[in-house]
């Protein structure tokens, strides 16, 4: 058989497993309506795009800006050949904007997150994770374990007493790294942080939070988990993206103490044998940076929307998540279920990705929604219509 034939009958088999994922093409920028080739206009309610930035004119024109004044970008690694001054000016900014001494960026948050535990750990250290931390996390301590040969172990989701067994397990390991994410992107739930906080400072331990969907998104000024626990400077490590609520182009850091990012500059290999930033994408993170600090109103609609968007889907008599995040998944059952319930409810005009076994357990599928500062009320309120009708088609209301 050759490559191409096996491929080709996998790719049926997923099909037929109803786990094929099909491409929808845009035809105007991300917003919270866009055009959609084939189908006209939709609203959307699966984007990243939380403050509604990807498409702010602001962040658009710092992006040109950059453009013209340094080019498309580096040709090399940066420690090879230069980096550009508007890399420094956004990683002094993402610093002091998620509290921390100094950032690093990176081409996405896939690479910061993979090209932390790999430099950090060795032979005598540990990885502590938590079991439904997002899969750049998972990969990058396996690829820590391949590399260094260093411990891991997984604790039960958000369950701080099987942490704290894990900790009492791992005493005398040098290093021992609790790695989470900051809110779980499948259930919008946010991690105890100011627990987590308290058992690594009572067993010698450093917290590493990925904070990819609460940067722009939780505490008062967007500022993430420990804004939104009133801990902003205590945790050791963050990692986020710039590819959600910052500008929704791509990109991510990794923010710390002061030696951090010089340390991961000398060890880090996506940094070292990987492009930087392109200038454009640095230039309107940079924007989004700036635009959320002038603007924190942008989190509070968020917010109003989110808390909307949950109260009425209640009331249509649906069964979303409880919880405080504008990722609101409302639980349907099988995957089936999930993934038709998606395509009836884009062929009402809303886009809203279902999600089925094996991303979520077992009778755990979903339609995941996620809310923007951009929608406006007649834009939750069409989504609710078409959820109303779809909802009452497959009887789960
Ligand atoms: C928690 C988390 N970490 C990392 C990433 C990857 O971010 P990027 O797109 O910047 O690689 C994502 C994206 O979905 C995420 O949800």
């Known amino acids: 058989m050759t490559l191409g034939t096996r491929l080709v009958t996998e790719l049926e ?43 702010e004119p602001e962040v658009v024109a710092a992006g040109h800006r950059a453009l013209d004044e340094f080019g498309a970008g580096t040709g090399s690694v940066r420690f090879i050949c230069g980096t550009f001054t508007i890399h420094r000016e956004l990683e002094t900014a993402l610093a002091r904007f998620v509290g921390c001494e100094s950032s690093l960026t990176y081409v996405s948050c896939w690479n910061a997150n993979e090209g932390l535990g790999p430099t950090l750990l060795g032979e005598q250290d540990i990885v502590i994770s938590d079991q439904l931390n997002h899969a750049s996390i998972i990969d990058s301590i396996r690829l820590a374990k391949a590399i260094t040969k260093c411990q891991t172990a997984v604790y039960r989701h958000a369950d701080m007493a099987d942490l704290e067994q894990t900790l009492q397990r791992a005493r005398d390991a040098r290093l021992k790294l609790i790695f989470t994410d900051g809110v779980f992107s499948m259930e919008g739930d946010i991690a105890k942080l100011p627990d987590i ?11 590493a939070v990925d904070d990819s969907h609460a940067t722009g998104v939780l505490g008062k000024n967007g500022r993430g988990t420990a804004e939104h626990y009133g801990m902003l400077g205590d945790v050791d490590i963050i990692t986020s993206t710039l590819g959600k609520a910052l500008g929704g182009a791509a990109g991510g850091f990794t923010a710390g103490p002061a030696a ?48 909307y968007f949950r109260g009425q889907l209640t009331a249509l008599g649906f069964k979303p998540l409880p919880g405080e995040t504008p ?23 809303v886009f809203v990705t279902g999600f089925g076994y094996p991303v979520v357990p077992q009778g755990h599928a979903r339609v995941r929604c996620q809310l923007s500062a951009a929608h406006t009320g007649q834009d939750l309120d069409f989504a609710l219509q078409a959820f109303k009708r779809v909802g009452t088609q497959l009887r789960l209301i």
């Open 260 to 307: 951090l990012a010089d340390y991961l500059t000398q060890r880090s290999r996506p940094q070292l044998f990987s492009n930087a930033l392109p200038p454009t994408v640095a230039g309107s993170a940079l924007a989004a940076v700036r635009y959320v600090e002038r603007h924190p109103e942008l989190v509070r609609r968020l917010h109003e929307n989110a808390s």
């Open 197 to 207: 906080v308290a058992l690594a400072r009572q067993y010698g331990a450093v917290v």
């Open 327 to 349: 990722i609101i998944p409302v639980i349907v059952g099988e995957t089936a279920k999930a993934i038709q319930m998606s395509e009836l409810l884009l062929e009402q005009g």
């Open 13 to 55: 088999q997923f099909k037929r497993d109803g786990v094929y994922k099909r491409l929808n093409y845009l035809e105007s920028p991300q917003a919270a309506r866009a055009r959609m080739q084939g189908r006209g206009e939709i609203v959307i309610l699966s984007s990243n795009n939380y403050l509604g930035l990807c498409n």
